[in-house]
Structures are given as C-alpha cells and as structure tokens.
C-alpha cells in the first residue's frame, strides 16, 4: 500500500466526506476505484447473467444517488472508525460499501426488471485474454440459484410482495390462524390456542392457503 492509499480523514458525515473529496481529489478517486472493484465483483459473481457494462452502470447510479441523496446515517460513518480516521480502501469496503453495494443491486434489478430480458455472459475464445483476470472463476464462485439473475430475483421478490398484501387482505380470523402456522406454530399448539379443534384449523389453513394463491396468481398476471 503506498503513501496515498494509506493517507487517513476522520470523516463523521456524508457532508464531511464530500469537502474531503472535493478538497483531495486524489482521495476521492481511489475511494470511488476501489468501491467500484468490490462492489461490481460481488455483482458479478452473484449475477453472472448480467453484462459487465449493465453492472458498472448500477454502481454508477447508486453512487450518484447516494452523492445527491446524502442518504447515509452518521453512526455508519463511526461505526468501526480506525484512530486517525480511513483511509479511501478501508471506507470503500467498508459499512458505506456495504451500503453502496445495497444500492447498486437494487438498481440493478430495476434495469432488468424495465429491459425484462436477460444479457446472457460472454467470454473470450479459448486463448483470449479476459479484460478482468479477477473474473476468471466466476463461474464457479457464483450463485447456483434460481435467483442467480436480477430478474428471477425481482420475479421473486415481486411474488413475495404480493403474497404479503393478499395474506393482508384475508378475515380476521383466517389471517389470524395463517399467521400463526406461518410462524412454525403446531396445529395442536393453534387449536388450543384460538380455543379450537384442530380438524377447524386445518379447514382454516386450506381455506387461506387457497385465497392467498389466487389472489397472488390474479395480482401477477
């Protein structure tokens, strides 16, 4: 590490940090270098479908947004502060990148969810040089899942949503005994509970578990 990297600001707020960069260009440029390299790796090996450009453009607009918004809390700044302050590597990694990666996830299922398709991952022929050498494995570091792509992961939160409101939009009384076995309650633990028989829960349950499905088929066609 070389003396600018180490170089170290107390920093207390959001406004704090943009006199630093504005006055230590420097600073400003490594913090934003490094934040960018450990935030659109992480991207990329947990969303290996996404095109390298897409990512680097969601690290973009989460960075903007944060620059404009402000939108950080002070005690994220203090939280693990070293003595003598961070250096721009230690802040890029640190809670505010975590905060920054939040942010540019979310923007990149936003971009998939408004293209609706999937870029699929391209690599060089046998022999080509990679343009990241970093990404060499990523195939077998990424995400296995399913939700291994922005837009099955929004497909999937959009079906978590949904299923909240219509659990929402149940009777008192369905809701109440759906809530309760959601909650990994025995069916003989609600039955006594709710003062009643256990064959009236289970008719309670199918009778939820079947207007929860239809609603949220109905919501998401």
């Known amino acids: 590490m070389n003396s600018l990297d180490s170089k170290r600001y107390v920093i207390e707020n959001v406004d704090a940090l943009l006199r630093i960069m504005h006055a230590d260009p420097h600073y400003a440029l490594a913090f934003r270098n490094k934040a960018e390299q450990h935030i659109t790796l992480k991207l990329r090996r947990k969303f290996f479908n996404a095109s390298p450009d897409g990512v680097v453009d969601a690290f973009n607009n989460a960075l903007m947004k944060f620059l404009h918004t402000r939108t950080f809390k002070d005690e994220g700044f203090k939280q693990g502060q070293p003595e003598g302050g961070w250096t721009a590597h230690e802040l890029a990694v640190g809670t505010l990148g975590g905060y920054l990666y939040r942010g540019s996830l979310h923007e ?114």
Request: charged share 30%.
């Open 108 to 221: 990149l299922i936003q971009m998939h969810r408004r293209t609706r398709h999937e870029v699929q991952w391209t690599y060089p022929e046998d022999g080509g040089e990679h343009d990241d050498a970093a990404l060499d494995d990523i195939r077998n570091v990424g995400d296995p899942s399913r939700f291994a792509d922005p837009a099955h992961a929004y497909e999937h939160l959009s079906i978590v949503k949904r299923m909240r409101e219509c659990l929402n939009k149940l009777s008192d009384t369905l809701r109440a005994t759906m809530f309760l076995y959601l909650d990994d309650m025995p069916m003989e633990q609600i039955a006594r509970q709710q003062d009643l028989h256990v064959p009236t829960v289970k008719s309670r349950l199918h009778a939820a578990r079947k207007l929860v499905t239809e609603c949220t088929r109905k919501g998401m066609d």
